[in-house]
């Protein structure tokens, strides 16, 4: 991994922007959808799977370290490692790629490890999280997709990759 001045930068400003994205969602509590997941679609197209699973893990100690309730447990590094690395698959988009790395996060790591290791955290009923948090995982999947494709194919970031 060949780090730069520029993709440390680049790295740092997409962390915090994780971070305070992280805090902001719209929808009802019930199915809530925070846009912190835009900063590692940047991430992962900008720097690929290592850097972007580096942000990740970052942005997620430094959340709960910086904003954070309740009880830290390691276990929550896991899922965020996985999303960043899933995201930095998005190093060269397509519609089908982008639509399977949304997939993959939402559904495989999102709703059923975090809703597992939440569970097994807090010792908490897993069917009955399930239940609660479905409405929130298609809520998300569609605003995702949704976005990281719009983003993605927006010329203004296609330029910045260019200029790397």
Known sequence: MNLSIQKVTGVAMLIAINIILGKISIGPAFAAVNFGFVALVLAGYL?????????????????????????????????????????????????LRIFMVNIVVVIGVSFLLNTSLIAYVYHLNYELLLTTRIFKMIASLIVQTIVTYVLLKHTAIINLKKQR
């Open 47 to 95: 720097y690929g799977v290592k850097l972007t699973m580096l942000a990740a893990i970052l942005a997620n100690l430094l959340a709960f370290t910086i904003m954070g309730s309740g009880a830290f447990s390691f276990w929550f590094v896991i899922p965020a490692a996985l999303a960043g690395a899933t995201y930095g698959l998005l190093y060269q988009p397509s519609l």
